[in-house]
């Protein structure tokens, strides 16, 4: 599998070498965290912007009795919060739930970039807007969605992320999460969740250890939970393309 950012970035057929050449520029600063490591602090200033080009981290919001809310999970070729320089400070934490490695580089570069690289300034405001997409359907799914299918619809939309993103089809099955990390995402006691679990485990759509789901059958699980893939769009704007297409 090739790098998930390049990958995603030239799926868009809008940047030329020269882009490419910047963006390669923007990654020479990398860093390997472990697991379980605070890449952004809920409440703190954050001067860097990251991507992700190995490994998986959650966003969250802490509550005022320490319980949290998964708001959004970051995968490979994912831009963390590239907003959050923007404001004095972050309005929630990104930690790493695996291994990582993320390119990182200042804001003010980040503001030189989308200044002289009119495309790939494009490109990642595309990113951006496809953060804001799955963070609506992260609403829809908690606030309307009943419970298994809430659980089995997370899981369909993550595996097309990882598909989106370079991963093989095989690759793109094997999730490392588990029950704890998923009933903070939906708003599920554990218990609750360990009832969902054995539900889709049953009727054959995922198989689970520790830190690992296992999904068994996509077809079903996409039928089972009504996922429909189309805000998870792959391109720009046609329009967009004519304007900024390579010469």
Do not use: C
Not at 67 to 78: A, E, K, S, T, Y
Not at 92 to 121: C, K, Q, W
Not at 141 to 156: E, P
């Amino acid at each position: 599998m090739s790098n998930g950012l390049i990958y995603r970035l030239e799926q868009l057929e809008i940047l030329n070498s020269e882009d490419f050449r910047i963006i390669d520029t923007l990654l020479v600063a990398q860093r390997d965290i472990p697991e379980h490591s605070f890449i952004i602090n809920e409440k703190h200033a954050q001067q860097y912007i990251h991507f992700v080009l190995k490994g998986w981290a959650i966003k969250y919001k802490t509550l005022e009795n320490g319980d949290r809310q998964i708001v959004n999970f970051v995968l490979p070729g994912d831009i963390i919060s590239i907003y959050s320089p923007i404001f004095l400070n972050a309005e929630h934490t990104v930690e790493s739930i695996t291994d990582m490695r993320l390119g990182y580089f200042s804001s003010g570069l980040l503001l030189e970039t989308m200044r002289n690289a009119p495309r790939l300034a494009v490109a990642l405001m595309w990113m951006a807007g496809q953060d804001e997409r799955v963070l609506e359907e992260q609403i829809v799914r908690v606030g309307r969605r009943r419970s298994t299918k809430r659980m089995a619809h997370l899981l369909a939309e993550l595996f097309r992320r990882q598909r989106l993103a370079g991963f093989s089809y095989e690759q793109a099955r094997l999730l490392p999460l588990n029950q704890l990390l998923l009933s903070d995402a939906l708003g599920l006691s554990h218990i609750h969740a360990h009832r969902v679990f054995r539900e889709l485990d049953k009727i054959g759509l995922i198989a689970r250890t520790h830190n690992t789901i296992e999904l068994l059958d996509i077809k079903s699980l996409v039928a089972f939970s009504d996922f429909d893939e189309s805000y998870l769009e792959a391109i720009v704007n046609p329009t967009m393309i004519k304007i900024l297409k390579p010469s």
